[in-house]
Structure formats: C-alpha cells, structure tokens
C-alpha cells in the first residue's frame, strides 16, 4: 500500500504497489478493484504512487510511469494524461510522484522533473491548462 484516503462519502481509498486502486465502502464490507488492462478501458499503471478525490468526487491517480489517470465520479470513465514533447498542455513527466489539492482546486502535481499546477481536469477528455512549468 502506497496511498490511502477517505472520500467524502466515507469509502476507503487505498492505492497499491502491484495490485491498482482498491474501494472499499465500509456499511457493505465491499472491495471493488481497478487494474490496468490492455485495451486501455481502465486505469494507466496498478502502481498508484499518489491519489485524491477532487471536490467533484473524481479520482485523480498518479502512476510512477504512466502519467495521471482522471476516474470519473460513476466511475466509469477512465481518462489517462500523460506527458508529450512538444504539447505545452500535456504533462511535464509521466514519472508522478505525489498530487495535492488545494483550497481552491487547483492541483499540484511532483513529477521527476519539477512542479506544475493544474487548473482544470475534466472527466472525458485530456484537458490541461498548465499555471506554472516545472523546475529542474
């Protein structure tokens, strides 16, 4: 285990090193698992370094190799971000190494390459607006 958080409904959130992203809800003692798969229908990596739920109840994972994935909040769809050279909108580096949500929503994403924001994720698509470049 890598990572754990409470969401707001109160389920457990426990990112691993191997095995995804684990859900447990508590009242039902369910676990619901989500594992890469080859056709990309799901999450980047089942190496989960990092994970918020943002305020709109999507999860943001951080993938040690893979980028971010967006989970939406039915938590079916599956957006996977990740760097591309030359696009000043895609990720710095796919090595993510930790996520912060702050106050406002903005979202902070440590990569192997420095820091950058992001201010605006949308379930669905790969839309990122980039507030500050990394340094390193």
């Known amino acids: 285990i890598l990572q754990m958080t409470r969401s707001k409904t109160g389920r457990v959130l426990i990112g691993t090193q191997h095995e995804g992203l684990i ?29 918020v739920e943002r305020s709109s109840e999507e999860i943001l994972l951080a993938h040690y190799e893979k980028g971010l994935t967006l989970i939406s909040s039915n938590r079916q769809t599956f957006s996977l971000l990740t760097a591309h050279d030359f696009d000043q909108t895609s990720l710095i580096s796919n090595q993510v190494n930790h996520l912060f949500e702050d106050q406002s929503g903005l979202l902070w994403v440590s990569t192997d390459y420095g820091i950058l924001t992001l201010s605006y994720l949308q379930s669905g698509s790969s839309i990122i607006q980039k507030q500050a470049n990394g340094m390193g």
């Open 23 to 51: 859900d447990f809800d508590p009242t039902s003692y369910k676990f619901t698992q989500y594992k890469a798969d080859l056709n990309g229908t799901s999450i980047a990596d089942d190496t989960i370094t990092s994970l």
